[in-house]
């Protein structure tokens, strides 16, 4: 059930890095209940998207709207409301899983903040090496912590990108089962990758993004995953 | 999670992060005191000299071990892309900027203690019943080079000349701390210790307290690009 209130908005935005266009006019709606994937290759803009949306990059032209004010205006308080996985982990390797957690915690106004970071490490299974420094861990337990952390405060906006990189066959179903926990008509997610496989079933939306440009926008319900599967042939080629 | 909070995690991350790497403190530490060695060779001082020329020394010796810390202040931030991670959070840029302020000079000040006492022993020089005037001075005079080298470093973490970089564009800037600094210690190695030493001291705290306000509105800018 969707009750279109706009979490995110973009309008016409660009993104610029000297004469490379990165992003080029898009426009995006994200409701409250959406989950929207955007597939598209390497380079197409996904992450300078995110970026843009995690408010860790100004846009060189158009605007961001959250819960309809400018991203400017909504700042600090956005930032409690967003969690972000990202290709870096953002982790600090001589810090302990649980140290690192304590200290992104710290920042956000989290009750029983211990508590929290043993439910988050049990859920991402890495209760047991907890009080092992993150230097020691694989890059799937790093990604698998990257995930904690991003649950850690109980975001309302959840932004991915590629989430899915380093992740085991089971690392990958324990992360579908936290984001089919995560959707419900009062959260809205954002992911961005070029497996097919990994991001159309979790999706209530899918996009493609290429060279910059959405050049195709739709409901999952609306299109199947073969014909999706062919229009993004198409597109991207 | 009020804002000094906020500031006391990045400085308890930090000194947790330095006591297990050992980093910082070591590289900056090792290196002043080769500086202190080289200078001891090198000048063969009167006891006249000793009073114009050591405190140059000295605070030669600080500023080029001080530069090592700044530098690894922020590339330890920008590992793994962390001063991103901390930029997600509802912290204001500012609080990135104190705290990261408050380290460097913890882990500058704690060096130059021991290089203080390593110079005092090779060059022979006396500051009794000074040494809290002189501590006041080492305090300002870091804090002052930081408030700079902190807001630089973050500049030119993303670069890749940022070895080369921090010194060029921090230098310049630091000049009138480095000479209130060699000057006021200068002074108190003389006679009487009382003239001068607190216009010296003004000097500093005037400049701490103009480029720490300037520092803390640019900070976010710089993040932001």
Known sequence: MQTNIPVFQAQKLTKQYGRLTALNGIDLVVNK??????????????????????????????TLLFNGKLIKEADNNARKLIGFIAHDTFQYHNLTARENLRFYGGMYDIRDLDKQINIRLEAVGLLKRGDDLVGGFSRGMKQRLSIARAF??????????????????????????????????????????HNLDQG?????????????????????????????????????G | MTYLNQIFGII???????????EAVT????????????????????????????????????????????????SAEHENNCLQGMMLTPMPRSAIYIGKLATSSIFMFISEIFMLFFFIWLFDVRFTGKWPHLFLVMFLGTIGYCIVGTLFSAIAVGTRVRVFLLPILQFPIVIPVIIASVEATA???????????????????????????????????????
């Open chain 1, 33 to 62: 209940g959406d989950f929207i994937t955007i597939f598209g290759a390497n380079g197409a803009g996904k992450t300078t998207f995110l970026k843009i949306a995690a408010m860790l990059m100004a846009p060189s032209d158009g």
């Open chain 1, 200 to 236: 159309y079933d979790i999706a209530t939306h899918v996009a493609i993004l290429h060279r910059g440009k959405i050049m195709y926008f739709n409901k999952t319900k609306n299109i199947s995953k073969n014909d999706f599967s062919k229009t993004y042939s198409e597109i991207v």
């Open chain 2, 187 to 225: 002074v108190l190695l003389e006679e009487d210790a009382a003239i001068g030493y607190f216009d010296w001291l003004k000097i500093l705290l005037s400049f701490n307290i103009i480029f720490f306000t300037v520092c803390v509105l640019l900070f976010d800018y710089i993040l932001e690009e």
């Open chain 1, 152 to 193: 850690l405060h109980n975001p309302s906006i959840l932004l991915l990108d590629e989430p899915y990189t380093g992740l085991d066959k089971n690392a990958s179903e324990m992360l579908n089962s936290l984001l089919s926990s995560f959707n419900n008509s009062e959260r809205a997610g954002i992911m961005t990758t």
């Open chain 2, 12 to 22: 308890k991350k930090d000194i947790t992060t330095e006591l297990r790497a050992k």
């Open chain 2, 27 to 74: 590289a900056m530490l090792v290196f002043g005191l080769m500086v202190i060695v080289i200078f001891n060779f090198a000048f063969n001082l009167s006891s006249q000299e000793q009073i114009t020329i050591t405190p140059g020394l000295l605070w030669v010796a600080f500023i080029f071990a001080g530069i090592l810390g700044l530098n690894h202040s922020f």
